[in-house]
């Protein structure tokens, strides 16, 4: 067994080093512009958008597809202007703040993701002296009902993450990839097989569910019996993340996409809140999920058992607990948690490879800021995060709202170090 741990985690760090190039060999397929325009959670499809250099040389104009996203190359990296069409847009809206020209800086080798932000017009015939205030607060309710919708995914992906800490110490920097795995498992059987996304995601799940299991059954767990410590696993867990990143590039490409159902809705008025019918359920679910979980840890045998496991893993053994089983019970559950997040993620906006690395930053920060271990300290803490985020965009820019949430993070932890719901440890 012992030659066999070897000789797989030689096979991983080779393909490690054979597919970690290619992924960004070609400059072409990666230096430029790109962005997705949506309104109230729904792509906005024909929208004009121009790109010229610093100097005002005409690069190129784009229109967003059906998906509401776009994309320019660019051959020269630099400073470039890019200018939305305000007149392109649907009669009812218009971009946040006013302003329609942003001034981004591609790099070599990259591409620059640029923000929009959509919302709705004001209604017409509003007293002058209360427009302002009015429009403040109706955006105010509708980024929060976005920032609630945000959070909940953030949390599903952050209680998956806390659960498989809190039973085995592991900071698991591969959590973003078994997000993107289950979002891209459904998009094949929803697009690829033609399955309606209902079964479709049903299926993700189970098989994300079942592919934790053997991970930790033939991989992680073998790492643990030959004692390798905790640092060294979390390194080895970024060469994880590289290899199922490259490999999920590899397949599913390096293109934005869609599922086939439930793109376009008409939204429903809540008051001052918009919704699309997909967000409603989305949140219902994602509550349904969380509140499930929740109970199972606090009310069944498995549930105590791994709580048992996450406060002293040697004295649950000692008291007839099956620790290597539990630890597989909650690296199942916690990867179709996490496939369960990627659906829900690639429902709210699109799907791309790196969705699970670009949403990593912020379930960590929700998992720290409820309290390392603790599951429903990483809905609290993903809440707080997914709301502030949204909201902090009526002060500052769209381009910079995860940097308030990771404000808020370093500033609740320098008066509560083990988070809001954490449990002070002991030293010595």
Same mark, same amino acid.
């Given at each position: 067994?012992?030659?066999?741990?070897?000789?797989?985690?030689?096979?991983?760090?080779?393909?490690?080093?054979?597919?970690?190039?290619?992924?960004?060999? #070609?400059?072409?397929?990666?230096?430029?512009?790109?962005?997705?325009?949506?309104?109230?959670?729904?792509?906005?499809?024909?929208?004009?958008?121009? @790109?010229?250099?610093?100097?005002?040389?005409?690069?190129?104009? @784009?229109?967003?597809?059906?998906?509401?996203?776009?994309?320019?190359?660019?051959? #020269?990296?630099?400073?470039?202007?890019?200018?939305?069409?305000?007149?392109?847009?649907?009669?009812?809206?218009?971009?946040?703040?006013?302003?329609?020209?942003?001034?981004?800086?591609?790099?070599?080798?990259?591409?620059?993701?640029?923000?929009?932000?959509?919302?709705?017009?004001?209604?017409?015939?509003?007293?002058?002296?209360?427009?302002?205030?009015?429009?403040?607060?109706?955006?105010?309710?509708?980024?929060?009902?976005?920032?609630?919708?945000? %959070?909940?995914?953030?949390?599903?992906?952050?209680?998956?993450?806390?659960?498989?800490?809190?039973?085995?110490?592991?900071?698991?920097?591969?959590?973003?990839?078994?997000?993107?795995?289950?979002?891209?498992?459904?998009?094949?059987?929803?697009?690829?097989?033609?399955?309606?996304?209902?079964?479709?995601?049903?299926?993700?799940?189970?098989?994300?569910?079942?592919?934790?299991?053997?991970? #930790?059954?033939?991989?992680?767990?073998?790492?643990?019996?030959?004692?390798?410590?905790?640092?060294?696993?979390?390194?080895?867990?970024?060469? @994880?993340?590289?290899?199922?990143?490259?490999?999920?590039?590899?397949?599913?490409?390096?293109?934005?996409?869609?599922?086939?159902?439930?793109?376009?809705?008409?939204?429903?008025?809540?008051?001052?809140?918009?919704?699309?019918?997909?967000?409603?359920?989305?949140? %219902?679910?994602?509550?349904?999920?969380?509140?499930?979980?929740?109970?199972?840890?606090?009310?069944?045998?498995?549930?105590?058992?791994?709580?048992?496991?996450? #406060?002293?893993?040697?004295?649950?053994?000692?008291?007839?607990?099956?620790?290597?089983?539990?630890?597989?019970?909650?690296?199942?559950?916690?990867?179709?948690?996490?496939?369960?997040?990627?659906?829900?993620?690639?429902?709210?906006?699109?799907?791309?490879?790196?969705?699970?690395?670009?949403?990593?930053?912020?379930?960590?920060? %929700?998992?720290?800021?409820?309290?390392? %271990?603790?599951?429903?300290?990483?809905?609290?803490?993903?809440?707080?995060?997914?709301?502030?985020?949204?909201?902090?965009?009526?002060?500052?820019?769209?381009?910079?709202?995860?940097?308030?949430?990771?404000?808020?993070?370093?500033?609740?932890?320098?008066?509560?170090?083990?988070?809001?719901?954490?449990?002070?440890?002991?030293?010595?």
């Amino acid at each position: 067994m012992r030659r066999a741990v070897i000789a797989f985690t030689a096979f991983l760090g080779g393909l490690i080093f054979l597919l970690a190039v290619p992924a960004h060999a #070609d400059p072409a397929d990666c230096q430029g512009l790109r962005g997705t325009l949506k309104l109230q959670g729904q792509p906005v499809n024909g929208a004009k958008i121009s @790109v010229t250099t610093e100097g005002g040389q005409p690069v190129q104009e @784009v229109t967003s597809n059906a998906q509401g996203t776009w994309d320019v190359q660019v051959k #020269d990296p630099g400073k470039y202007k890019v200018t939305l069409d305000p007149s392109s847009l649907p009669a009812n809206s218009e971009v946040r703040g006013g302003s329609n020209v942003r001034t981004p800086t591609v790099y070599e080798g990259n591409c620059s993701t640029v923000l929009f932000a959509l919302q709705p017009k004001a209604a017409p015939g509003a007293a002058p002296e209360d427009t302002g205030q009015s429009t403040f607060w109706e955006q105010a309710a509708q980024l929060t009902f976005e920032g609630v919708n945000l %959070g909940l995914i953030i949390a599903l992906g952050a209680l998956g993450l806390s659960l498989i800490y809190g039973t085995t110490g592991l900071t698991n920097f591969a959590h973003g990839e078994l997000i993107t795995l289950g979002a891209v498992i459904a998009y094949a059987f929803n697009v690829g097989f033609g399955l309606q996304l209902i079964p479709a995601a049903i299926i993700a799940i189970i098989v994300s569910g079942a592919l934790g299991y053997g991970q #930790d059954r033939l991989f992680w767990g073998q790492l643990r019996k030959r004692g390798t410590g905790t640092i060294a696993m979390m390194i080895i867990s970024i060469g @994880v993340a590289i290899l199922l990143r490259n490999l999920i590039q590899f397949f599913f490409g390096a293109q934005t996409d869609s599922y086939t159902d439930y793109n376009t809705q008409a939204g429903i008025e809540i008051g001052p809140i918009s919704a699309a019918p997909k967000n409603l359920w989305a949140i %219902g679910i994602e509550l349904a999920v969380l509140i499930v979980v929740g109970i199972a840890l606090m009310k069944t045998r498995t549930g105590k058992a791994a709580r048992a496991v996450a #406060d002293n893993p040697a004295l649950a053994a000692s008291s007839g607990i099956n620790v290597d089983r539990i630890i597989r019970i909650i690296w199942a559950s916690g990867s179709a948690i996490a496939a369960l997040a990627g659906i829900m993620l690639g429902l709210s906006q699109s799907l791309k490879f790196t969705m699970g690395q670009d949403i990593l930053l912020l379930i960590f920060a %929700g998992v720290t800021l409820g309290g390392l %271990g603790t599951a429903f300290g990483a809905l609290v803490g993903s809440l707080v995060v997914g709301i502030f985020i949204q909201v902090s965009t009526l002060w500052v820019p769209p381009e910079l709202k995860s940097v308030g949430a990771l404000a808020v993070l370093i500033i609740v932890l320098l008066f509560r170090p083990q988070g809001i719901l954490g449990r002070r440890e002991r030293i010595g």
